[in-house]
């Protein structure tokens, strides 16, 4: 069986590593631009699985148990220094408090901090201006690009074929078959297709064989300061009761990364720097760690969500077609989510179901159905 | 000057102390793509912005790939600010 795989992003990537798990060899990858090219290598590298809906738990609490264990299978790196969300009003605490009764419904394990305790967590957080606090233990973050290059670099050494620079034009179908895919490289044919390419690059790939997904992708705009020694001891913290959810982690390289969702016009400016990013996203972060306003913000980036209408992913096959897989639209939980991910892609692609029922819930036609799933908070 | 004649340990990044030898290394892991390879030795991450270090690496990546140092840096963008900025300018103003 040869399996093609549009999109050589940690969703693609884990997708080609479970199906080699699973004794299939002749696996090609194939990439727009260079490997990680897309939100794989431009998000803050955080995970949790403390959401507001049965379907994220349950997969990203998966995912979760599947990142722990690839620190022993390929030595990848990550961190449980959990999530701290910051509550500046006192009606947020209730909301806290009801989101974590669905947590542990769930057995995640969030709990309510006051604002002292919040405070040792996270020392020269000013106190004075919170309630509270919300605080997922099991929630972390990990060091990307290496834990990218160890997965990208033993895919090659066992013989996954992964092609950089060679952009995916046109799918080629014949009847309810998709055949081949054009490439600017020439045509790749395979038995089984998988586009794993983003939100946009995704949508455009499927509506060359008239399939329409309702993804968008959204610039999102992070700042990152120069190296200092560990100071932010939590995985992520974020600034619930600000407008756009202001949030900042430190990477193990020392780097703070500082951001804030902006309003912003869907793939119109992906590429165009702002100004106004700077003092929006520092004056609230600012306001809750004061001793932020001595640090040198070193560079700017843009990466992207890639939204679907209810912020929950789109996987499994495309109907009518007998051999098209999509994952896509994670709606910025891509990474979090890769290996359970992958591993639902080649239970269907290998045994025609997933192996967690309840990701059926996240097929493409929930769309048509109108059946889409709710989610509460869409952070980091 | 051919820098992979140097003898010793020879700096190529002085902001994150990035070595030749390091680049020889990611490179042999079988890191192909000049992008991935700048990220994962975080060359062009430091207050220089790669100034110092990108030419140097790209030049070797492109001899030992046989690539043209132009195709090599084709996926490269400047990130701004060009000079690291104290977070207190930002400061006034603001929503």
């Known amino acids: 069986m040869k ?108 709990r309510a901090l006051t604002p002292l305790e919040a405070g ?9 201006i919170i309630e509270g606090a919300m605080f997922d233990p099991t929630a972390g973050r990990m060091p990307v690009i290496d834990n990218f290059v160890k997965l990208y670099t033993y895919l090659r050494r066992n013989g996954v074929k992964i092609l950089p620079y060679t952009r995916a034009l046109r799918l080629v ?61 939590p995985a992520l913290i974020v600034d619930w009761d600000t407008k756009g959810a202001p949030y900042l982690t430190q990477t193990e390289h020392g780097g703070i990364i500082l951001a804030r969702d902006i309003e912003e016009q869907a793939e119109v400016s992906n590429i165009s720097h702002r100004i106004d990013v700077f003092k929006n996203t520092l004056k609230p972060l600012v306001e809750l760690l004061p001793f932020l306003k001595y640090v040198n913000i070193s560079r700017y980036w843009i990466g992207y969500y890639e939204m679907t209408p209810d912020h929950h992913p789109i996987y499994g096959p495309v109907e009518p077609f007998e051999n098209l897989y999509i994952a896509t639209g994670f709606s910025g939980h891509g990474l979090m989510m890769a290996p359970v991910t992958g591993e639902i892609l080649a239970n269907w692609i290998l045994r025609g179901r997933p192996n967690i029922d309840i990701a059926k819930n996240l097929g493409i036609n929930r769309f048509r159905e109108n059946k889409l799933i709710k989610e509460m908070a869409i952070v980091g | 000057m051919d820098g992979e004649k140097m003898i010793g340990p020879v700096l190529i990044c002085r902001c994150n102390d990035i070595t030749l030898n390091d680049l020889i290394k990611a490179i042999e892991m079988g890191i192909d793509s000049f992008e991935l390879l700048r990220k994962y030795l975080k060359l062009g991450f430091g207050p220089c912005q790669g100034r110092g270090c990108l030419m140097i690496a790209a030049r070797i990546f492109a001899k030992r790939t046989g690539k043209s140092v132009g195709e090599v840096l084709s996926s490269y963008k400047v990130r701004p600010p060009i000079i690291p900025v104290p977070a207190k300018y930002f400061l006034v103003g603001g929503d």
């Open chain 1, 173 to 233: 179908k014949n009847g309810n078959e998709v055949i081949s895919v054009e490439t600017e490289r020439g045509v790749l044919n395979a038995d089984i297709f998988v586009v794993t390419a983003g939100g946009r690059g995704t949508r455009e790939i499927l509506s060359t064989i008239d399939i329409s997904i309702p993804i968008i992708d959204q610039p999102r705009h992070p700042l990152i300061t120069e190296p200092y020694a560990k100071c932010i001891k």
């Open chain 1, 120 to 128: 040792e967590i996270q020392p020269g957080l000013n106190t004075k």
């Open chain 1, 3 to 110: 399996v093609l795989i549009i999109g050589a992003g940690f969703s693609g990537l884990f997708t080609a590593y479970e199906l080699l798990r699973n004794g299939v060899n002749d696996v090609v990858v194939i990439d727009a631009e260079y490997p990680g090219s897309g939100g794989s290598l431009r998000n803050v590298g955080c995970f949790r699985s403390s959401f507001t809906s049965t379907e994220h738990v349950v997969l990203m609490k998966r995912s979760i148990e599947k990142w722990l264990k690839l620190r022993e299978t390929l030595g990848l790196e990550l961190e449980m220094t959990g999530y701290l969300w910051i509550a500046r009003r006192p009606e947020t605490m209730d909301l806290f408090n009801m989101i974590m009764r669905f947590h542990r419904q769930h057995g995640v394990l969030t």
